[in-house]
T-cell receptor
């Protein structure tokens, strides 16, 4: 069974640019959540996708957007990058969206905005 | 005030010690509680998952939940150098159709050989 994978592993962008991060869910999982983890902090919930629809969003501006594809892989897009967007971006997949389902995390994409 | 408070450490203990990690939370609607372990530059890995108040044991790990005090703990017995990592508590609400985890800021643990 393949775990959650993310690409790229590292990325450097400049302020104002746009970035796309990718995530492949664990086999059989139809729900993907994205988190932002700043250095020395716990992950913060960005949004969740279930069966290609957004299923909840945290306190992040609209320039953070996402997609989920029919194979349940997912993208996180960030427009107009700001210095504070520098962080580890984590993707987590689960069998279903409910609170009783365990979320399995990928290794993350480390984004540096200069 | 953050919804979930966790002492950032670092916590340094000798090999074989019993480690106690703690989180407090303010929202009584949190009902599911988890502990994740995160090694440097890696994603979090689920260690323990509990729902009810009381203790849950898994090998060297014991998770304790006290909902009346809004306090959760993770105990590690016979700690090993390989336990050196950041430990994140996380919790979620029961009444939502989505499972957004709210994390503490993490406690960095170092087990000295």
């Amino acid at each position: 069974e393949t775990g959650v994978t993310q690409s790229p592993t590292h990325l450097i962008k400049t302020r104002g640019q746009q970035v796309t991060l990718r995530c492949s869910s664990q086999s059989g999982h139809n729900t993907v959540s994205w988190y932002q983890q700043a250095l020395g902090q716990g992950p913060q919930f960005i949004f969740q996708y279930y069966r290609e629809e957004e299923n909840g969003r945290g306190n992040f501006p609209p320039r953070f957007s996402g997609l989920q594809f029919p194979n349940y892989s997912s993208e996180l897009n960030v427009n107009a990058l700001e210095l504070d967007d520098s962080a580890l971006y984590l993707c987590a997949s689960s069998l279903a969206p409910g609170p009783g389902e365990t979320q399995y995390f990928g290794p993350g994409t480390r984004l540096l905005v200069l | 005030q953050k919804e979930v408070e966790q002492d950032p450490g670092p916590l340094s203990v000798p090999e074989g010690a019993i480690v106690s990690l703690n989180c407090t939370y303010s929202n009584s609607a949190f009902q599911y509680f988890m502990w994740y372990r995160q090694y440097s530059r890696k994603g979090p890995e689920l260690l323990m998952y509990t729902y009810s108040s009381g203790n849950k044991e898994d090998g060297r790990f014991t998770a304790q939940v006290d909902k009346s005090s809004k306090y959760i703990s993770l105990f590690i017995r016979d700690s090993q150098p390989s336990d050196s990592a950041t430990y994140l508590c996380a919790m979620t609400l029961v009444d939502t159709g989505r499972r957004a985890l709210t994390f503490g800021s993490g406690t960095r643990l170092q087990v000295q050989p």
